[in-house]
């Protein structure tokens, strides 16, 4: 049966041919946008915004939600630790890393090695637990708390101390410690390579600058900066290390380890200070929980902050639902085509037809040997259109590696065929081809066989 | 006593054209024994072809009563007819009916692909067998528009009787053939009735196939005299 159908779609094929383009061409656009969609979101919502990280703020964010701060405004509304056990108690919560700012003023200088100047700046920073990144940038990643560590010999110069450490000033006498670790985003790189280096002069930061410049020191006053100094504390200079880009670091500033930033805002700020978080890092579980989590955690007063990804993922979704619809209309146009082409078949084949019903042939073998014929159209066609869409994905691999620029999160492979994809990409291209052999089927096997062999 | 084969009473066909209709059969009567080779004569336009699609359950646009082999045709769906025609009858066309596109071998075997009877499957060996019997031996993989006008309606008459129908119609078998050909296709239709008892209805205008025939009805005026 199979042969004499397809053999009955070859001896058609003058017929079915432009139908056949009209489903290629149909599902493999259909094809090529949705696997696009689909590679574009996972990457925004694997790596950009993983879609099961949540970052949560207090309900009422003053200025220090921008990162603004005023000598001595301490850090606004925050987080206390008890409503982080609460959200950590919330079911299909993986974990909970909370986020601290610095409540205190803060500026830092050097990078001569780097730069081939001496840099000035106000420091914006924040802290995070060392376990967020670790597995962003390894286990023996200098990304921790290091004051356990310290070896607290006397000093009265950096050479007086391991290569490690500098000498800094301990409580009562300058002592050898660990520089503090700290880390920068990806955006604040981009936008030092974007911006800042072409304005003034300065050298670009690739990615080998970068690992190259891990473990660069630069001196970051502690409670003092050009707009003030805190109003308690002992203002002082230490050591910060580069320890590395994380998506983990805040956009503008730099992110240390979170027991630096809780003892620093106790000494600068207060005692509540030290255990107060600016926002929370929640971990689904799974995908299909965030939801949930995400309206217990407005339930819990917090509010889940946007940095884009909804209205990227909008600007995802009119793209598709563009593409599909366009696809649709060329199915549409394909499937009119099929139902002409299977008119003209159903006329030069009308005395076959005759013999078929006299030989004893019924109204739904008839019927079925025109579907099948379309099905067989539509699943070739629908094959076809994914190939061509596989190919054209890779051609639009090529030219994006070869002619776009770097970006951040840019992806080697723009496109995601899932296996449910080209399925129901074939579903498609087979349906539209039924409906349009449908009604042409229909009239043939209702013909009367008298007629058909006179 | 058996029943009569075929019991055609008060058969009455119509076409329309026009503004009125025009009445080709008019309570039309027919009885035929199994085994009998009947023929029906008649001048063109007499209705002898829309008989025989009657018979054969391809026109279900008559009036009266119709048995054919036990199955009364008056009252029948188009799938039982279907099944009819594909078990019980075989038809015999003037001009062939051969499909063009198909070998010679698979327009015999046509019929077997709408087969419903169970554990009864039509194999190569089968219609090879077939091909023998119509003396169409060999030829099985020719296509069917090179073959000669005789061959063609062997291969249509094998076509006709591979699933062993109980009644042969045919119409104006040797048409289309010169007159040593439609000898030979009329000695084949002698062969098969006596070798397994078909019943044959042959519809046609030539006095030759007329003589094969053990009763030969005129149709005239819509009714058979």
């Not at chain 1, 159908?5 to 058609?12: D, E, P, T």
């Not at chain 1, 290569?163 to 981009?190: N, T």
């Not at chain 2, 025609?85 to 075989?90: K, L, S």
């Not at chain 2, 044959?200 to 025939?213: Q, S």
Request: glycine share 10%; with cysteine.
């Amino acid at each position: 049966m199979s042969s004499v159908i397809l053999r009955n779609v070859y001896r058609a094929r003058e017929h079915l041919g432009s139908s056949l383009f009209g489903v290629v061409a149909g599902v493999g656009v259909f094809v090529f946008f949705l696997a696009l969609g689909a590679g574009l979101r996972g990457v925004i919502q694997g790596e950009v915004f993983p879609i099961e990280r949540l970052e949560v703020v207090p309900a009422k964010g003053g200025l220090s939600s921008l990162g603004i701060m005023a000598p001595g405004s301490g850090q606004g509304r925050t987080i206390p630790e008890k409503k982080v056990r609460r959200v950590r108690k919330i079911k299909g919560v993986k974990e909970v890393y909370p986020r601290m700012r610095f409540g205190f003023p803060a500026k830092a200088w050097g990078g001569e090695g780097v730069f081939g100047q001496t840099m000035w700046t106000e420091v914006v920073a924040d802290g995070i637990p060392a376990m967020l990144v670790r597995e962003d940038l390894g286990e023996d990643s200098l990304f921790r708390d290091w004051s356990g560590k310290d070896s607290g010999k006397a000093c009265s110069l950096d050479s007086d101390c391991p290569k490690s450490e500098y000498c800094g000033h301990g409580p009562r006498s300058r002592v050898c410690m660990h520089p503090v670790p700290f880390l920068v985003s990806r955006y604040l790189i981009e936008l030092y390579n974007g911006t800042l280096v072409s304005a003034h002069n300065l050298p670009n930061l690739p990615d080998w600058a970068l690992r190259k410049a891990r473990g660069m020191r630069l001196h970051m006053d502690i409670g003092r900066s050009s707009l003030g100094d805190a109003p308690k504390g002992r203002p002082r200079e230490v050591q910060i290390a580069f320890a590395g880009v994380s998506e983990q670091a805040i956009d503008i500033g730099i992110t240390v380890p979170l027991a630096y930033v809780q003892r620093w805002n106790g000494e600068f700020v207060g005692p509540e200070a030290s255990s107060g978080y600016s926002s929370l890092s929640v971990v689904v579980a799974n995908k299909d929980e965030v939801t949930f989590v995400a309206e217990m955690l407005k339930r819990a007063g917090l509010v889940i902050r946007s940095k884009g990804e909804e209205q990227i993922g909008l600007m995802i979704m009119l793209f598709e639902t563009t593409f599909i619809v366009i696809s649709i209309l060329i199915l549409l146009i394909s499937s009119l085509n099929i139902s002409h082409a299977f008119f003209l078949l159903a006329r030069d084949r009308r005395r076959e037809l005759g013999i078929r019903r006299a030989v004893g042939a019924t109204q739904a073998d008839i019927l079925g040997s025109f579907l099948l014929e379309g099905a067989a159209v539509g699943i070739v066609g629908g094959l076809f259109g994914v190939v061509l869409a596989v190919a054209c994905s890779v051609l639009g691999n090529f030219l994006a590696a070869s002619f776009l620029p770097d970006f951040p999160f840019k992806p080697d492979d723009f496109f995601h065929f899932s296996p449910v994809l080209i399925l129901v990409s074939l579903v498609v291209g087979t349906f539209s081809c039924l409906v349009g052999a449908m009604f042409p089927a229909f009239r043939a096997s209702r013909e009367d066989p008298t007629r058909a062999l006179m | 006593m058996t029943d009569p084969t075929i019991q055609v009473s008060s058969l009455r066909k119509s076409f329309a054209h026009g503004s009125g209709r025009t009445d080709v059969l008019c309570s039309l009567d027919l009885e035929v024994d199994a085994g009998e080779i009947i023929a029906i004569k008649g001048r063109s336009g007499s209705g002898k072809t829309s008989l025989l699609n009657i018979l054969g359950g391809l026109d279900r646009d008559f009036r009266g009563t119709v048995r054919v082999a036990s199955h009364d045709l008056d009252t029948m769906v188009d799938r039982a007819l279907s099944l009819f025609r594909n078990e019980v009858i075989g038809f015999v066309f003037q001009s062939f009916h051969l499909i063009d596109s198909m070998t010679c071998s698979e327009n015999v075997a046509l019929p077997a692909a709408y087969s419903r009877r169970r554990g009864h499957s039509i194999t190569p060996r089968n219609v090879e067998k077939v091909l023998e019997r119509v003396g169409l031996s060999g030829l099985g993989e020719e296509e069917t528009r090179t073959m000669s006008g005789g061959q063609k309606q062997r291969a249509a008459i094998g076509r006709a009787i591979l699933l062993g129908p109980r009644v042969l119609l045919c119409d104006e078998p040797t048409g289309n053939l010169d007159v040593e050909t439609g000898a030979q296709i009329l000695k084949l239709f002698q062969d098969l009735n006596a070798s397994e008892g078909m019943t044959v209805v042959l519809v046609t205008h030539e006095d030759r196939v007329a003589r094969i025939a053990g009763r030969v009805l005129n149709l005239e005026g819509g009714v058979l005299v």
